[in-house]
């Protein structure tokens, strides 16, 4: 399976205030010129789940990788993680960020996430991503 990846970077804060997805920024640059990518920040994108629908639906991504903090990102996460697998069973879920790394057993535990990114990942999640293929 050749992965076409969403980097999605969930409401980090309350206050509708747009944030740099940095974590989702580092991770696109270790992808630059190796694989198909897109970047769907939830802080800018009104509905999330609807753009995520039609990204997998209708234009094939089928990697979510989703970046989680504690607070909103994990409140607006979970939900969405859990309805996408349960829409497309076939998506590989992957979590990484701070969530992830200090709670990897609990992510991995879940019903919703395939494989967890411990600590900075832009290494790691290449390298996932080159054994998820072959």
Not at 27 to 39: D, G, R, T, W
Not at 124 to 133: G, Y
Request: net charge negative; glycine share 6%; with cysteine.
């Amino acid at each position: 399976m050749r992965p076409k990846i969403i980097l999605f970077h969930p409401q980090s804060n309350f206050s509708g205030k747009c944030i740099l997805p940095m974590s989702a920024l580092a991770i696109a640059a270790a992808l630059e010129n190796a694989y198909e990518y897109i970047i769907l920040d939830a802080n800018a994108e009104r509905d999330a789940l609807r753009a995520l629908d039609e990204l997998i639906g209708e234009r094939g991504y089928n990697v979510l990788a989703t970046t989680v903090m504690p607070g909103p990102q994990l409140a607006q996460a979970v939900p969405i993680a859990r309805e996408l697998k349960h829409r497309y069973p076939h998506l590989t879920n992957i979590w990484g960020g701070y969530f992830p790394t200090q709670h990897t057993d609990t992510v991995l535990n879940s019903d919703y996430v395939d494989f967890a990114i411990r600590s900075q990942g832009e290494h790691t999640f290449v390298e996932l991503l080159r054994a998820l293929e072959h």
